[in-house]
């Protein structure tokens, strides 16, 4: 219970909901797509169901991603992700792939639409919300990415509309979404069993054999990381703007 107190939890919480908003943007698109045709008295029904079985099997992800983050090299190969997703994300492409989403004006084939689609499209989400749930350590990691797909639910499903204007008004949360991506990234990747060996140092961590990592270490990976994304994000978007039809 304790450690439900700590700066380190309460960060971690931020890091989940931050990402599951800038990642939930598709997720609300599919939601309306899949519910649109619903009669009205329904509609919200559709979306609630929807948005809940979908949120039950990410969870059920999220745990086997935490256990798999446990075997050499695979945090090495979900850092890689992460960071070509914070790169998207500064840069993404103009094709977003929402037209084959089916709809129906039935409640359950709708509710079915919903949960599979967001299944196909949460790689991202349950890659980025394992590794912030494993930055924060301790046992609390699965109360913790519980608690922050709580919290973000109502945001995606009732606030995705204004979180999308926010962005286009304020470009510099994107950024700073997609550098938050690439701090995840380089914090995981350097926590990676097959790594930790070779960079940590001192007496053995609890329940390890080697020693723990030092922190500016974690902190410098993740600098890295976030600098990484920014950078390769922004060139880019410099190379889509010159490789555009009005570009001289």
């Given amino acids: 219970m304790e450690e439900l107190l700590t700066t380190q939890f309460w960060l971690a919480v931020g890091q989940i909901i931050m990402i599951d908003i800038l990642l939930g943007g598709d997720n609300a698109v599919v939601i309306a797509l899949a519910c649109r045709k619903l009669p009205p008295a329904q509609r919200r029904l559709?979306?609630?169901?929807?948005?809940?079985?979908?949120?039950?099997?990410?969870?059920?992800?999220?745990?086997?991603?935490?256990?798999?983050?446990?075997?050499?090299?695979?945090?090495?190969?979900?850092?890689?992700?992460?960071?070509?997703?914070?790169?998207?994300?500064?840069?993404?492409?103009?094709?977003?792939?929402?037209?084959?989403?089916?709809?129906?004006?039935?409640?359950?084939?709708?509710?079915?639409?919903?949960?599979?689609?967001?299944?196909?499209?949460?790689?991202?989400?349950?890659?980025?919300?394992?590794?912030?749930?494993?930055?924060?350590?301790?046992?609390?990691?699965?109360?913790?990415?519980?608690?922050?797909?709580?919290?973000?639910?109502?945001?995606?499903?009732?606030?995705?509309?204004?979180?999308?204007?926010?962005?286009?008004r304020f470009p510099a949360i994107i950024v700073v979404g997609g550098m938050l991506l690439g701090w995840i990234a380089g914090s995981m990747a350097v926590t990676d069993p097959a790594l930790l060996p070779y960079l940590a140092e001192g007496v053995p961590a609890a329940g390890t054999k080697v020693g723990a990592l030092p922190s500016w270490m974690a902190y410098t990976a993740g600098a890295a990381g976030a600098v990484l994304v920014l950078a390769v994000g922004e060139w880019l978007k410099r190379r889509q703007a010159q490789g555009s039809p009005g570009a001289h």
């Fill in 46 to 168: 559709g979306i609630l169901w929807g948005t809940a079985g979908a949120i039950v099997l990410r969870v059920i992800l999220i745990v086997f991603a935490l256990a798999l983050l446990s075997i050499p090299y695979l945090k090495i190969v979900g850092a890689a992700l992460l960071l070509w997703i914070g790169v998207k994300l500064l840069a993404p492409d103009d094709d977003e792939g929402h037209g084959d989403i089916q709809t129906s004006d039935k409640l359950w084939a709708a509710v079915k639409t919903v949960i599979v689609a967001d299944l196909v499209m949460s790689i991202d989400n349950v890659i980025a919300i394992a590794g912030a749930a494993e930055g924060a350590g301790g046992d609390h990691k699965i109360p913790l990415v519980v608690f922050g797909l709580l919290v973000s639910i109502p945001i995606i499903v009732w606030g995705s509309q204004m979180v999308i204007k926010l962005m286009e």
